[in-house]
Structure formats: structure tokens, C-alpha cells
């Protein structure tokens, strides 16, 4: 593997970043999370006409670019820095890669290319009141009813759920348990039967709905019984994207502090010059440079579809949670007074730290699954 992106890859990133800075200021990203939807329409169709976003790692022959799982990192980790509110990670990294691991190639013709041009906004349900994220967790039966099935109970915590033109839903056949009768089945967002909530929730900058399926018809989006392995590796590259995304944004709030630490003066000299200031922010550069080292490894993996990437995306998840958090801590406590008030980013940048941690499985559970990978 190489261990330098390519010029392509730098020249993407410029590209992104200089995009998401222009759409995404501070102050776009509290009027955002004021409203119901939690993102600017316009900015999503520029995001997918002027950039390709939707559809960078979605393969040509369903209407996308066909680059890999390191460019997506890349594209994630910009968003991360500014905290982009868009139905992004639910669209792209949930939902286009469960229909692209689980879907036959006629449901990813019919579904993809609505995906990858940004006409649909997508999202994956897949954990409950349990707020489980392992496959006993998933209690919701699928029925079968002629060609479809009947899909009853509730889903919490769905990324953009109350917006999203189409949900891929996981559930098991009936008299299933544990990862057998696992499947993924695709709803409508107006279906009927579909009842959406949307969640009052720490972090408003990544929205959040409960669905409550009564009666719900419902297409099995390939194998409607044998859907675990595909719904695994799901999660896995999930929790790469978002490690991808978390190392964003504890760049940023590392360069935040930083920046503070030369200019804000206390006895008479920047606070950047107290030893304990110093250790601070050196002990987050090195959490953020081996996160980033994690995260871009399983970017990679998950690029190759290498034997490697369950371990490694369970890695780079549970080490950029606590990364994240730390550095967005960290960042609140050298800012001092001012980094607690309202007025103030960090506090965005935290709480959208502490919600990340917990999305996909904190890092306790991440370390748990790893042990288990690697026959510990």
C-alpha cells in the first residue's frame, strides 16, 4: 500500500475543503440546526452536481465515479472539520453501501443512480429501543405477504430518517434469533403505515428520527434471510467513514486550540508558553496524527475489501472516539470560560464528538468486537 496520497487525492481534498468552508461556516451550521430538516437542500444538489459527492464511491455502471473507500475517508474528514448538517453519512456511507453489499444487480441499478445524483436522500434503520448494535438487537419481523413483506415494530436513533426519501430497514424472519433470518428490506419514505418522529438530541447538527412501522409493506433487498454478512460489513465500513469523519474534526479542534493558545495572554505572556497548556496540545497532536494513522489504514482496508477490515474498522473506531472526545475536551478546558458559552464553536464540536462516540457502538463495545476478531 501507499502511505502518501496521490496528487488526485490532494488535489480532491482541496477541492472539498474549500467547498465546505464556503457552504459551511459556523454560523450555516446553527441556522441548519434549527430547522426541522437539518439541511440546506441547494447546498445538497451543488454537493452532488458540482463535486460528484453522492456518487464518489458508487460504481460507474450505477450511475457513479467508482473511487474508492480512501476518497470517501477524505471527503469525511472535511465534513468532519466543519460539521457539515447534511443527510450525507446516512445516504452514502449507510444506505448506498447496504444496498451495494446486500442488493442483486437489478435492485442497485433501480436504487443507486437516484442515490449517486443526489435526487434521493437514503438512510439505514437498523437499531432499536434496545440500543443494540450487535445482531440480537434486531427484533423487528419481516412477514411474508405475496412478492413483499409486512414489517411491524420501531426503529430509534435513524440518521435522517424523518427526511429520507428511502430506508433500508433490517430485520429478521420470524423465529429467528442471533445472525440467522437477518435481512435487508427497502421502505419508502411515504409509505403507508410509516409513522416518523424526528428527535430532540444532544448534537443538532446530525438529525435524528424514531420510525414506527405498522403494517408496512416492504421489498427484501436481495436475500431476505441471509442478510448478516452483508448488514457486518455494513457497519464495518461504516465505522471506518465515521472514524474518517471523527479524525476531521478532532484536526480541527486541535488547530483550534492551538491558534487560541498564541493569542490569548494571561500574566502577561500567551498561555501557549505555560508547560501545561503545552502538554495539552501535544498530547492531542499525538491521539490526532495515530487516529489519522488508524483511520486511513482502514480506509484502505476497506478499499481492498482486505480480510483485515473487520478488525481495523473496529480499531480505528473505538481509537478516534476517544481521540475525538478527548480533543474536543481539551479544547473547551484551554479556552477557558468562553469555550462553555453558547456564543463559542467548541461546544458544537464536543457535542458532536460525545454523538459520534456513541454512534455505530462506543468504544467499549468497538474494543469488545475487536477482541473477539482476533480470537482473544
Request: charged share 25%; net charge negative; glycine share 10%.
Given at each position: 500500500m ?13 477541492a ?49 465515479q ?70 440480537s ?40 434469533s442471533g445472525?440467522?433470518?437477518i ?27 424514531r ?25 464495518d ?16 479542534v ?22 501545561a ?23 484502505w ?49 464536543f ?21 473477539q476478531?482476533?480470537?482473544i
Open positions: 501507499n502511505f502518501a496520497f496521490s496528487e488526485e487525492q490532494d488535489q480532491l481534498r482541496d472539498v475543503r474549500k467547498f465546505m468552508e464556503t457552504k459551511s461556516p459556523s454560523t450555516e451550521v446553527r441556522r441548519l440546526m434549527e430547522t426541522t430538516e437539518g439541511y440546506d437542500e441547494a447546498v445538497w444538489k451543488q454537493m452532488a452536481q458540482e463535486l460528484g459527492l453522492q456518487s464518489l464511491h458508487i460504481p460507474e455502471a450505477y450511475g457513479g467508482g473511487f474508492t473507500f480512501v476518497e470517501l475517508g477524505i471527503v469525511l474528514e472535511e465534513m468532519g472539520r466543519v460539521l457539515l448538517c447534511a443527510p450525507y453519512f446516512s445516504t452514502v456511507a449507510l444506505a448506498a453501501n447496504a444496498i451495494m453489499n446486500a442488493g442483486t444487480d437489478e435492485q442497485k441499478g433501480a436504487l443507486l443512480p437516484g442515490i449517486a445524483s443526489g435526487e434521493t436522500v437514503a438512510t439505514m434503520a437498523f437499531t432499536e429501543d434496545n440500543g443494540r448494535w450487535d445482531a438487537g434486531i427484533t423487528m419481523e419481516a412477514r411474508p405477504d405475496g412478492d413483499a413483506y409486512v414489517l411491524d415494530g420501531s426503529k430509534m436513533f435513524v440518521l435522517d430518517g424523518h427526511t429520507a426519501d428511502l430506508v433500508v430497514v433490517a430485520a429478521r424472519q420470524p423465529g429467528t445472525e440467522e433470518g435481512g435487508f428490506f427497502t421502505v419508502e419514505g411515504d409509505a403507508d403505515g410509516l409513522s416518523r418522529t424526528a428527535l430532540s438530541t444532544m448534537d443538532q447538527t446530525r438529525k435524528q428520527a420510525l414506527e412501522l405498522s403494517g408496512v409493506r416492504a421489498q427484501a433487498l436481495g436475500d431476505p434471510g441471509s442478510g448478516w454478512a452483508a448488514l457486518s460489513k455494513t457497519l465500513q461504516a465505522a471506518v467513514c465515521l472514524a474518517n469523519e471523527m479524525i476531521g474534526g478532532a484536526q480541527k486541535l488547530e483550534m486550540s492551538v491558534e487560541y493558545a498564541k493569542v490569548r495572554v494571561q500574566f502577561g505572556r500567551p498561555i501557549g508558553s505555560f508547560q497548556i503545552k502538554h495539552k496540545c501535544a498530547d492531542m497532536l499525538l491521539e490526532v496524527e495515530s487516529g489519522k494513522s488508524a483511520a486511513y489504514y482502514a480506509s482496508a476497506a478499499a481492498e475489501d482486505n480480510e483485515e477490515l473487520p478488525v481495523v474498522a473496529s480499531l480505528a473506531k473505538a481509537y478516534c472516539s476517544d481521540a475525538y472526545f478527548h480533543a474536543a475536551a481539551e479544547n473547551i478546558q484551554i479556552h477557558g470560560g468562553i469555550g462553555f458559552t453558547w456564543e463559542h464553536d467548541a461546544h458544537l464540536y457535542k458532536r464528538a460525545k454523538s459520534s462516540e456513541i454512534l455505530l457502538g462506543d468504544a467499549t463495545y468497538h474494543r469488545e468486537l475487536l477482541a476478531r482476533i480470537g
